[in-house]
Structures are given as structure tokens and as C-alpha cells.
């Protein structure tokens, strides 16, 4: 495997890591698609247990993948994350060929705030601001799909409002209504919104599913193709649900693991991947 890093920042403190399987003749040769996963944490850090261990699963399936640490607290006020997401979307567009990679089939996948920030940028990656920021101007900041696990969603109550709070913590109040609205995804989906697939808990305690169903509710409205799990009951911050991501107990859940099958069989459908095979 060949492991990437890149750096958007002089510090390091966002970057980007890329995980490349090795290409062999044994295997097929087709650009491969690839996930951009986003951790969660709040908009307060990102979580090592929705990074690698995630991307390297995608790997295992036969993707590329990818992590962003993205600007976090005390970095983390608008639109510093939605820049970085659409940076590195760009990076992975321009360097497609280098990566192996089919720069028309990019997955982004986040989990918590990592999921607002898939579909914030699933809704804004078209906001001429953030375009101009990221130099994303000919749209090489788009999704081709998405994938929002337990996913913060709105900026209005019922939210998860630490996520929201370190959006909006430098924003003058004369503007926070104008951002809220930005940084509710339900309200922002068009048919520029690329294909969804989401996942959550209904007895999330953190994140209230509502949100997931309002997004899932405006996919609908404006015909917009989406696969929604909802299990019956879960704790947050499942990631793959499993020993590999189990910090606890209540981290492990045999019913909520199916997700990621879930979404591979989802993805690549989405993407009609791979290509007949000849034999």
C-alpha cells in the first residue's frame, strides 16, 4: 500500500492522508473510485476512531480512501472546514492519475460533525464564497456521492449544538442568522446534491435522528436519489459498530456493523463499479 500525506496548512495541523492499494496484474486494472473520510468530534477534534480505521475498511473493499483532519476549535469557525473539505476534494481531482484514482467517482463520508461536513459540502460545494477560497472555481470541489454516518445536519435546534457553537463562535451576531442558514444542510439540498447514503441510531442521544430524516425528507423533495438506515437503537459514535472501533462496550453492536456492506453495495452501484469484466 502507498501511503500519501499532504499538508494544507504550514503547520500540519490539516492534512490529508491517502491510502493507495498496490496495483497488481493479478487484479484488475480500473481506476479505482475513492472515500474521503471526514472524523467526527464536534468541530472539536476528529477522532482517530473514524479515520483510519474506516479508510482502511473502504480499502479492503476495493477502493482508494483518504482521511482530512480538518480545522478543528480554536480553527474551526466558518468556513475554515468547508474550505479544507473542498481543497482536498480538489487535490484528489487534480492528482487522479497519480492516485489511481477515477476523479468522477469521489465519495465523501463523515461521521458526526464529519457527516455535516460530507453534506455541507454535498449542498455548498457550488457557494461561489467558498469556491473562490478553496479555488474551486470550475467545480472540482464536487462530490459524486455521500455518505453521512449519525450525522449532525442542521444549524437550528434540535442539533447537536457544540458542533454548531464552534461553527459560528467568531461569527458577529448581525451575521448569524445569514450562517445558520448556510450551515443547514436540509435546507441547502438541490439537484446539485449528489447521491446519499445515511445511516444513524433513533435513541442517538447526542445527535437527534430528526436531522437525518429532515435531509433525507428535502433529498425526497427535490428527487434526488438516497438510501436511509435507521436502526432501532444505538449509542453515538458507532463507526464501524464493531471490536476493531469498540472504545466500550456500548460501542460494539451487531446490528448496526451491517452498515458498511450496506453502503459498498450502495457506492458501488452508485458508481457502476466496477466495469464488466472480460475474461
Same mark, same amino acid.
Request: one cysteine or more.
Given at each position: 500500500?502507498?501511503?500519501?500525506?499532504?499538508?494544507?496548512?504550514?503547520?500540519? *495541523?490539516?492534512?490529508?492522508?491517502?491510502? #493507495?492499494?498496490?496495483?497488481?496484474?493479478?487484479?484488475?486494472?480500473?481506476?479505482? !473510485?475513492? +472515500?474521503? &473520510?471526514?472524523?467526527?468530534?464536534?468541530?472539536?477534534?476528529?477522532?482517530?476512531?473514524? =479515520?483510519?480505521?474506516?479508510?482502511?475498511?473502504?480499502?479492503?473493499?476495493?477502493?482508494?480512501?483518504? @482521511?482530512?483532519?480538518?480545522?478543528?476549535?480554536?480553527?474551526?469557525?466558518?468556513?475554515?472546514?468547508? &474550505?479544507? =473539505?473542498?481543497?482536498?476534494?480538489?487535490?484528489?481531482?487534480?492528482?487522479?492519475?497519480?492516485?489511481?484514482?477515477?476523479?468522477?467517482?469521489?465519495? @465523501?463520508?463523515?461521521?458526526?460533525?464529519?457527516?455535516?461536513?460530507?453534506?455541507?459540502?454535498?449542498?455548498?460545494?457550488?457557494?461561489?464564497?467558498?469556491?473562490?477560497?478553496?479555488?474551486? /472555481?470550475?467545480?472540482?470541489?464536487?462530490?459524486?456521492?455521500?455518505?453521512?454516518?449519525? !450525522? %449532525?445536519?442542521?444549524?437550528?435546534?434540535?442539533?447537536?449544538?457544540?458542533?454548531?457553537?464552534?461553527?459560528?463562535?467568531?461569527?458577529?451576531?448581525?451575521?448569524?442568522?445569514?450562517?445558520?442558514?448556510?450551515?443547514?444542510?436540509?435546507?441547502?439540498?438541490?439537484?446539485?446534491?449528489?447521491?446519499?447514503?445515511?445511516?444513524?441510531?433513533?435513541?442517538?442521544?447526542? %445527535?437527534? +435522528? #430528526?436531522? =437525518?430524516?429532515?435531509?433525507?425528507?428535502?433529498?425526497?423533495?427535490?428527487?434526488?436519489?438516497? /438510501?436511509?438506515? @435507521?436502526?432501532?437503537?444505538?449509542?453515538?459514535?458507532?463507526?464501524?459498530?464493531?471490536? @476493531?472501533?469498540?472504545?466500550?462496550?456500548?460501542?460494539?453492536?451487531?446490528? +448496526?456493523?451491517?452498515?458498511?456492506?450496506?453502503?459498498? *453495495?450502495?457506492?458501488?452501484?452508485?458508481?457502476?463499479? !466496477? !466495469?464488466?469484466? /472480460?475474461?
Amino acid at each position: 500500500m502507498d501511503i500519501i500525506k499532504h499538508n494544507f496548512t504550514d503547520d500540519g *495541523r490539516v492534512n490529508l492522508t491517502i491510502y #493507495i492499494p498496490h496495483r497488481s496484474p493479478e487484479l484488475h486494472q480500473h481506476l479505482r !473510485p475513492l +472515500v474521503l &473520510v471526514f472524523p467526527g468530534g464536534g468541530y472539536g477534534f476528529c477522532s482517530d476512531r473514524e =479515520a483510519e480505521p474506516i479508510a482502511l475498511s473502504y480499502n479492503a473493499a476495493g477502493f482508494n480512501a483518504a @482521511v482530512l483532519r480538518y480545522s478543528i476549535n480554536p480553527h474551526s469557525s466558518y468556513p475554515n472546514p468547508l &474550505v479544507d =473539505a473542498s481543497k482536498a476534494v480538489k487535490y484528489i481531482r487534480d492528482n487522479a492519475e497519480m492516485l489511481h484514482t477515477d476523479k468522477d467517482k469521489i465519495a @465523501v463520508c463523515g461521521f458526526s460533525a464529519g457527516g455535516h461536513l460530507a453534506a455541507w459540502l454535498a449542498t455548498q460545494w457550488n457557494n461561489e464564497e467558498i469556491a473562490k477560497l478553496a479555488g474551486c /472555481e470550475n467545480g472540482e470541489n464536487q462530490p459524486n456521492a455521500a455518505i453521512l454516518g449519525y !450525522p %449532525v445536519i442542521s444549524g437550528y435546534e434540535p442539533t447537536h449544538n457544540g458542533s454548531i457553537n464552534n461553527l459560528l463562535k467568531d461569527t458577529p451576531e448581525a451575521d448569524r442568522e445569514r450562517l445558520r442558514e448556510i450551515v443547514s444542510c436540509e435546507k441547502n439540498v438541490g439537484e446539485h446534491t449528489p447521491p446519499t447514503f445515511i445511516f444513524h441510531t433513533a435513541d442517538d442521544g447526542a %445527535v437527534p +435522528v #430528526i436531522g =437525518a430524516l429532515n435531509y433525507a425528507r428535502a433529498m425526497t423533495e427535490h428527487n434526488r436519489p438516497f /438510501e436511509i438506515h @435507521v436502526y432501532r437503537s444505538g449509542s453515538h459514535g458507532l463507526s464501524l459498530a464493531n471490536y @476493531v472501533t469498540g472504545k466500550r462496550q456500548a460501542s460494539i453492536n451487531s446490528d +448496526v456493523e451491517g452498515w458498511l456492506n450496506l453502503s459498498v *453495495r450502495w457506492l458501488l452501484k452508485t458508481f457502476n463499479f !466496477p !466495469p464488466a469484466i /472480460e475474461d
